[in-house]
């Protein structure tokens, strides 16, 4: 017994005149055929070609009435008299038509697929422009929720409906240039641009419409042009052509800071506060990693790539509760589990393994405190952090409160007068009382330690 066919053909981007002399005959002499839809101006050329507009309603997601539409054609192709038959999909059988994907997929049936005119012909014959020339993409409106991706131009396809086209607007910035494409190459044709958060308000949009983006200027773009300016300064600046990652950290160190000030300084609820300080600074970081980047490309050893795609995967297995349903308790119950993953990830028997020593005093003190009080080690008890500070201060309110940013305006004067008073006394005392910090940090390390030792479980017998 042969084997069924499938014959399927395009209904092309408009009406009739656009159909091939092939789609028409096939569909005309076939002994069974079906359209997907008559939805298409072109269906009205077939009066008795059944469809599968009925079966819309019924199904509960597009993918699910797909297929139970492929389901249904290849059983016709299965009992036809001739062992085929022909289907009419609108556009072209080769451009974003998932029926035909699922037919190609399986291997109960032979799918010829006829050439047509696509919407992407009709497009770009409407707006007068070289899809190769301009390096065109196409993509789906209905695939993900993601914002696009750069560069452009975009064909935006199966922007069917004012809903359609409210989603799709959220996955551009709120002002791109986006052109309308309605009806191209019918006696209707309507092409307009939009910003994108006015995508929306372009109510006549249908299973014709589709939409153009010439210029999508990502983040994947700006850093690809940051990239390439960095290799460009390697090549022809004698400075940089000098650098190395040695020399480069200290202007590593200094950026970082100059950000910090930026972002101490920048008040994003102040409306007439200027980010332009902001992005400064940061840019300025962000070029020192491009440049170390570099020049890990330049030793095959990592790149820009790399560390992008290492960093999201990191974040992507440190947040199980996001990409892997796994239920929390608040953000410390995040940061105790982040602990964990991370030992684990690491292999590190400490939580203080991997902490930067050379941090300053004070912020590594800090950040020891935040790891001991993260696996249990409690704070001294208060009555002893009196004693400790009597000879500086008579009376002192220590509230009990968590540490934030807010605080450092509503702080006591006596905090600042403490922690003042005590680097005069070390000076008149000859006393480095930054290395006074420091010991104290990497004592509280061994603390930390010891009481993890303490409170692992006993190896077995």
Same mark, same amino acid.
């Given at each position: 017994?042969?084997?069924?066919?499938?014959?399927?053909?395009?209904?092309?981007?408009?009406?009739?005149?656009?159909?091939?002399?092939?789609?028409?005959?096939?569909?005309?002499?076939?002994?069974?055929?079906?359209?997907?839809?008559?939805?298409?101006?072109?269906?009205?050329?077939?009066?008795?070609?059944?469809?599968?507009?009925?079966?819309?309603?019924?199904?509960?997601?597009?993918?699910?009435?797909?297929?139970?539409?492929?389901?249904?054609?290849?059983?016709?192709?299965?009992?036809?008299?001739?062992?085929?038959?022909?289907?009419?999909?609108?556009?072209s059988p080769m451009v974003a038509e998932r029926t035909v994907e699922l037919l190609v997929a399986?291997?109960?049936?032979?799918?010829?697929?006829? =050439? @047509?005119? #696509?919407?992407?012909?009709? *497009?770009? %014959?409407?707006?007068?422009?070289?899809?190769?020339?301009?390096? !065109? $993409?196409?993509?789906?409106?209905?695939?993900?929720?993601?914002?696009?991706?750069?560069?452009?131009?975009?064909?935006?396809?199966?922007?069917?409906?004012?809903?359609?086209?409210?989603?799709?607007?959220?996955?551009?910035?709120?002002?791109?240039?986006?052109?309308?494409?309605?009806?191209?190459?019918?006696?209707?044709?309507?092409?307009?641009?939009? =910003? @994108?958060? #006015?995508?929306?308000?372009? *109510?006549? %949009?249908?299973?014709?419409?589709?939409?153009?983006?010439?210029? !999508? $200027?990502?983040?994947?773009?700006?850093?690809?042009?940051?990239?390439?300016?960095?290799?460009?300064?390697?090549?022809?600046?004698?400075?940089?052509?000098?650098?190395?990652?040695?020399?480069?950290?200290?202007?590593?160190?200094?950026?970082?800071?100059?950000?910090?000030d930026a972002l101490e300084a920048y008040d994003p609820d102040d409306l007439q506060s200027d =980010? @332009?300080?902001?992005?400064?600074?940061?840019?300025?970081?962000?070029?020192?990693?491009?440049?170390?980047?570099?020049?890990?490309?330049?030793?095959?050893?990592?790149?820009?790539?790399?560390?992008?795609?290492?960093?999201?995967?990191?974040?992507?297995?440190?947040?199980?509760?996001?990409?892997?349903?796994?239920?929390?308790?608040?953000?410390?119950?995040?940061?105790?589990?982040?602990?964990?993953?991370?030992?684990?990830?690491?292999?590190?028997?400490?939580?203080?393994?991997?902490? @930067?020593?050379?941090?300053?005093?004070?912020?590594?003190?800090?950040?020891?405190?935040?790891?001991?009080?993260?696996?249990?080690?409690?704070?001294?008890?208060?009555?002893?952090?009196?004693?400790?500070?009597?000879?500086?201060?008579?009376?002192?309110?220590?509230?009990?409160?968590?540490?934030?940013?807010?605080?450092?305006?509503?702080?006591?004067?006596?905090?600042?007068?403490?922690?003042?008073?005590?680097?005069?006394?070390?000076?008149?005392?000859?006393?480095?009382?930054?290395?006074?910090?420091?010991?104290?940090?990497?004592?509280?390390?061994?603390?930390?330690?010891?009481?993890?030792?303490?409170?692992?479980?006993?190896?077995?017998?």
């Amino acid at each position: 017994m042969a084997q069924p066919t499938v014959i399927v053909v395009g209904l092309g981007p408009g009406d009739g005149e656009l159909m091939t002399t092939a789609a028409r005959t096939a569909l005309s002499t076939a002994t069974v055929a079906r359209l997907r839809t008559r939805r298409h101006p072109a269906a009205a050329l077939f009066p008795t070609v059944e469809s599968y507009d009925d079966w819309y309603d019924e199904a509960e997601s597009f993918e699910e009435l797909y297929e139970r539409i492929v389901e249904d054609v290849v059983g016709l192709a299965r009992t036809s008299p001739t062992s085929e038959m022909v289907y009419a999909v609108p556009g072209s059988p080769m451009v974003a038509e998932r029926t035909v994907e699922l037919l190609v997929a399986r291997e109960d049936v032979r799918v010829m697929r006829q =050439p @047509a005119v #696509s919407v992407i012909d009709v *497009a770009c %014959a409407a707006l007068g422009r070289d899809p190769m020339a301009v390096g !065109l $993409r196409v993509v789906d409106a209905l695939d993900g929720v993601e914002a696009f991706r750069g560069p452009g131009p975009l064909l935006i396809l199966q922007t069917y409906s004012p809903e359609v086209l409210a989603t799709t607007a959220d996955r551009l910035s709120r002002d791109t240039p986006v052109t309308v494409v309605h009806h191209a190459g019918l006696p209707d044709q309507v092409i307009t641009t939009l =910003p @994108a958060q #006015s995508l929306a308000t372009f *109510a006549a %949009a249908d299973h014709l419409t589709s939409l153009w983006v010439d210029d !999508l $200027r990502t983040a994947g773009v700006a850093m690809d042009d940051l990239v390439d300016l960095m290799r460009t300064l390697r090549r022809e600046c004698p400075w940089d052509q000098e650098q190395t990652h040695t020399s480069l950290t200290r202007h590593l160190l200094e950026e970082s800071y100059e950000a910090l000030d930026a972002l101490e300084a920048y008040d994003p609820d102040d409306l007439q506060s200027d =980010p @332009a300080h902001v992005i400064e600074e940061l840019g300025d970081v962000l070029f020192q990693v491009v440049f170390h980047a570099e020049l890990g490309s330049e030793d095959d050893r990592f790149d820009a790539v790399t560390i992008a795609d290492g960093v999201r995967e990191k974040l992507i297995s440190r947040h199980p509760h996001v990409f892997e349903g796994v239920e929390v308790d608040g953000a410390d119950d995040v940061a105790s589990r982040w602990e964990t993953l991370k030992r684990a990830e690491k292999q590190r028997s400490s939580v203080t393994d991997g902490i @930067a020593l050379q941090l300053p005093a004070l912020s590594l003190y800090a950040k020891m405190r935040r790891k001991a009080l993260s696996v249990g080690v409690p704070l001294r008890d208060e009555g002893d952090l009196r004693e400790r500070i009597a000879a500086l201060v008579t009376a002192l309110d220590i509230p009990s409160a968590p540490v934030s940013d807010a605080m450092v305006d509503e702080a006591p004067p006596a905090w600042g007068d403490i922690l003042a008073g005590l680097e005069d006394l070390a000076r008149v005392a000859g006393i480095d009382l930054e290395a006074v910090v420091r010991e104290r940090a990497l004592r509280l390390r061994e603390e930390i330690r010891a009481y993890e030792l303490a409170q692992s479980p006993a190896p077995e017998a």
